[in-house]
């Protein structure tokens, strides 16, 4: 047995990784987004995307939507540690198979190119509301709403019809029917 | 129109109101206002320190020892940053501190103006929470927050950053509104199907034990002597966390020692072995459980905890109970009084032989050192402390390394609050300026450090500090030469490498003692230890007591990296003996 030199003890097995989307609500105050992304970045927990803006102005909440991925542990304290910073109201937690959440992402793309190719790009885009924001002679502006893996494939599509730019916002989520999370 | 003040006698009006009565601090440019009306209250004491550092690790001391928060007040830039230390140590042992920092004005911030830095960026993971007021309408309800925020819940520190502007601003003063019950219902989720559980759980064991932790203390010294109530109520066996010595007696026969990395043999070899294993108030730290994977792989876990995020963090446990330790105990005793009133009794059948395994592991006495005629032992020289201390309400501090696992061992605790050692971050430096935090909250008690000659030096400053103010704290110093546990280390898994653990050029202490105008005592031979801490504890100054003990003793027992709770490596004693178990002969 090859003999330990450390006085720490060595990492045991390691459980599944699942992809999980929190929704944080927060008190839309100064230095709020780095308590929640500090304690991501200080605890090891990742982060995949994240959006964040005020939902409320009135009682000055902010609504923080975190992809993050990790085992059924990790996913937990996440959510625990979360509900212990002060500005935080309530932590919602979904997992990214649930039926009956709904999650969009947002993305603009240029695209450079001659007619043909710019109506092939439109094409690829259809199936995902895409909506022409600017158009010139050479180039396209498509603003697509989708879920990360179709426009993950849509950008990768899109590469040969003279994509050029990309933008994408953070996953945001809402659950489906008349219940609001509490 | 009601009377208008200015933001540093608000200050002073917050702290009055939440009954401060000390402050340790330090002043600077950025906090200077608040200094100046410090003259016009005299129901608060300042304590001035000769490093913030110092200030940070006095507060924590004061308010371990006293279960009031610890008040911090520095100025900005190099004070924060200074205090960090400090803050960072509370923040990983729950101790409730209110940091006060000066800022540069608010409109200099982010110009990198004169002693300007990002303290609450710097501070964030490491308070509970922060907050930096830019107006002074905020700043009274923000300094009532901080002190609800830092002893509520799981307990720790936090921090208000004002700006010079926001101090001299004027405004009306907020009355704060007490609330009645800190750490009601919010805190106390636990239903009484929760306790039922426990219950079932605790009758059905028949190897069960009580594994208590820093959480005891914290939640009042009413949840020691609920404590000492359930062990009495159930006869289960009870082992402490190093933050959690003294919410049970030391010298008791239900207790088994400390647990952990140098915990005893029996109660390592009792947390692995057992059935049940209930968690008062600690949370897992890995210098307990050794390797997860084989942590105590037969037992059903139960743990009770203010803090719903440290439940399930490093283990997986089979009932966790949330809410203050000394509710949960207190509904446990009520309910085992009310459905099975001699549970004990009844009970004493089950677990006997559990006992009897103990009893073996005991007879082992994991604790025991070669003694020397020679030479001091540091074990020796803990056992003479505190057995001419024992019957004085004796306050212990520590520095961190093998005198403190000594300490630990050998000194046996029987009050909560007593013992203030750093254990999450493990600070060098910290006992010096806890002791004379703890000397402040008791100025008529015996406060001793046991400290090494590595550690002490990293605040030997503090000293000043302590003159200053007529502390007669006692600077108790196992003076090995060596980083003794870093020594220790390189000896067992570095191949005897002692790669710069060995400090030349120590100072002569004695000496160093009578410059700080305290005073310095040596002992180097067995035989005048006792009369010389005696006369250690008969001088009503502060002393530096340099203990020339054996350089190269070992700290025993000790969990090997990686390795289950039993798995031990015992003392040369019983190496020598040949006692040791075959497993553990295969470690050797």
């Not at chain 2, 030391?250 to 057992?274: I, K, P, R």
């Not at chain 2, 030479?375 to 505190?386: F, N």
Request: charged letters at 25%.
């Amino acid at each position: 047995m090859v003999k330990s030199r450390s006085a720490y003890s060595v990492p045991g097995k390691q459980g599944k990784f699942d992809t999980h989307i929190i929704v944080v609500w927060v008190d839309n105050e100064a230095g709020v987004l780095a308590r929640v992304a500090g304690l991501f970045s200080s605890r090891g927990y990742s982060i995949e995307s994240l959006a964040v803006a005020e939902v409320d102005p009135k009682l000055n909440i902010s609504r923080i939507t975190i992809v993050t991925t990790g085992t059924p542990q990790v996913i937990e304290q996440i959510k625990l540690q979360l509900k212990k910073l002060v500005p935080v109201h309530k932590v919602a937690d979904f997992k990214k198979e649930d039926k009956n959440v709904i999650f969009r992402e947002m993305a603009l793309l240029k695209v450079v190119g001659n007619n043909l190719k710019r109506e092939k790009a439109l094409k690829v885009c259809k199936k995902f509301n895409a909506v022409i924001l600017d158009k010139s002679s050479k180039s396209v502006v498509i603003q697509v709403t989708a879920l990360r893996k179709d426009i993950d494939l849509m950008s990768k599509n899109l590469k040969k019809f003279g994509l050029v730019s990309v933008s994408r916002t953070g996953a945001v989520a809402m659950t489906r029917g008349a219940e609001i999370f509490k | 129109m009601s009377k208008l003040y200015s933001g540093a006698e608000i200050v002073f009006k917050c702290l009055e109101d939440q009954g401060v009565e000390f402050i340790f601090g330090y002043p600077g440019g950025a906090v200077l206002p608040i200094y100046d009306e410090l003259k016009n209250h005299e129901s608060i004491k300042h304590i001035l320190v000769r490093h913030e550092q110092g200030a940070g690790h006095a507060a924590e001391g004061y308010a371990r020892s006293s279960n009031k928060p610890g008040v911090v007040l520095v100025t900005s830039g190099p004070g924060a940053t200074n205090a960090v230390t400090a803050l960072t140590d509370a923040y990983m042992d729950s101790v409730p501190l209110v940091c006060i920092t000066g800022q540069v004005p608010t409109h200099l911030i982010g110009t990198d103006a004169f002693q300007e830095c990002d303290t609450t960026g710097i501070t964030r993971p490491c308070t509970k929470h922060n907050w930096l007021v830019k107006d002074i309408k905020n700043l009274s309800k923000t300094i009532h927050k901080a002190f609800e925020v830092a002893t509520t819940g799981r307990p720790g520190p936090v921090l208000v950053d004002i700006p010079k502007d926001v101090q001299f601003q004027k405004t009306n003063y907020l009355k704060f509104k007490k609330k009645n019950k800190l750490n009601s219902e919010s805190y106390n989720q636990f239903s009484q199907k929760n306790i039922d559980d426990l219950i079932k759980l605790m009758s059905k064991a028949s190897k069960p034990i009580f594994y208590t932790g820093g959480g005891v203390i914290n939640s009042g010294p009413k949840a020691s002597e609920l404590l000492r109530e359930l062990v009495n109520v159930t006869g289960f066996p009870i082992t402490s966390t190093l933050l959690g010595l003294g919410a049970y007696p030391g010298y008791d026969n239900y207790f088994l020692g400390m647990l952990g990395m140098h915990g005893s043999y029996e109660a390592n070899n009792a947390m692995h072995d057992c059935d049940l294993m209930i968690n008062i108030g600690a949370r897992f730290d890995d210098r307990i459980t050794g390797k997860i994977d084989e942590f105590s792989p037969k037992s059903k876990k139960v743990h009770i905890d203010i803090d719903p995020s440290s439940i399930n963090k490093n283990v997986k446990v089979d009932l966790p109970i949330v809410g203050d330790v000394a509710k949960v105990i207190g509904s446990t005793i009520k309910t085992i009084k009310k459905v099975k009133p001699n549970f004990a009794k009844s009970n004493k059948q089950k677990i006997s032989k559990w006992w009897e395994k103990i009893q073996k592991w005991r007879s082992i006495n994991s604790f025991d050192f070669v003694n020397s005629t020679e030479s001091i032992k540091p074990q020796y020289a803990v056992q003479r402390l505190y057995e001419l201390t024992k019957n004085k309400d004796t306050y212990i501090t520590t520095e961190v390394g093998q005198h403190q696992m000594w300490a630990a061992q050998h000194y046996k605790f029987d009050k909560p609050n007593h013992w203030m050692t750093s254990g999450g971050l493990g600070t060098m430096g910290y006992g010096l300026p806890a002791a004379v935090g703890v000397q402040v909250a008791h100025p008529n008690k015996l406060v001793i450090d046991i400290a090494g000659e590595a550690s002490v030096l990293m605040t030997m400053q503090e000293m000043s500090t302590a003159v200053q103010h007529s502390l007669p704290i006692k600077i108790f110093i196992l003076n090995n030469e060596y980083m003794g546990m870093v020594r220790q280390w390189q000896e067992l898994l570095h191949d005897k490498n002692y790669s710069e653990s060995y400090t030349a050029a120590l100072p002569d202490f004695v000496k160093l003692a009578e410059a700080y105008g305290c005073v310095g005592i040596r002992a180097t031979k067995p035989d005048e230890l006792d009369d010389k801490i005696i006369e250690m504890i008969n001088t009503e100054r502060p002393v530096i007591f340099d203990c020339v003990v054996d350089k190269e003793e070992n700290c025993f027992p000790m969990i090997p990296s990686g390795k289950p709770h039993n798995q031990m490596l015992l003392g040369p004693k019983d190496q020598k003996e040949n006692k040791i178990t075959k497993k553990g002969k295969t470690l050797v």
